[in-house]
C-alpha cells in the first residue's frame, strides 16, 4: 500500500495473503533489495540488511492513518528517533522483548 523510508530504516505497509509467512514475505523483500541495491551499485559499498524486522499488523478501519504515518516519516522522525519509535511500538502492542535481541541502531 504504502512504502517510505529513512537512512536507517524502512517502513512497508502491505497486505498479504495469510498462507504466507511473514518471515518468507520479509525474507524475499530483503533479499530482492539488496540484490537490485547492489547490481545497480546504488552506494559505494556493499549493501546488506541488518537481521531481523518489527511486523505489526492493523485493522482496515486503520489504513488510511498508517498510510499517512508512513508518509509523514521525515516529519516525524524530527520528533523522535527510530529506537523511540520502535520501543513505543512494542510497548503499545504489548511486545516482551529483550534489549539484546533488538536492532543496531544508528543514532
Keep these: ?27 524475499d523483500i530483503k533479499s530482492n533489495s539488496t540484490n537490485y541495491i547492489n547490481e545497480q551499485k546504488m552506494l559505494p559499498g ?3 540488511w541488518q537481521k531481523g524486522f518489527g511486523a505489526f499488523t492493523y485493522s482496515k478501519s486503520q489504513v488510511p492513518r498508517v498510510i499517512r504515518y508512513i508518509q509523514q516519516q521525515k516529519e516525524h522522525h524530527r520528533k523522535k528517533t527510530f529506537r523511540e519509535e520502535y520501543l513505543i511500538l512494542l510497548e503499545k502492542f504489548e511486545i516482551d522483548y529483550d534489549e539484546k535481541y533488538l536492532f543496531e541502531w544508528l543514532e
Excluded at 1 to 26: E, K, Y
Design 1 to 27: 500500500m504504502i512504502i517510505n523510508g529513512m537512512p536507517d530504516h524502512v517502513h512497508i505497509f502491505i497486505g498479504f495473503s495469510p498462507d504466507i509467512a511473514i518471515s518468507d514475505l520479509v525474507r
Design 46 to 48: 556493499k549493501f546488506s
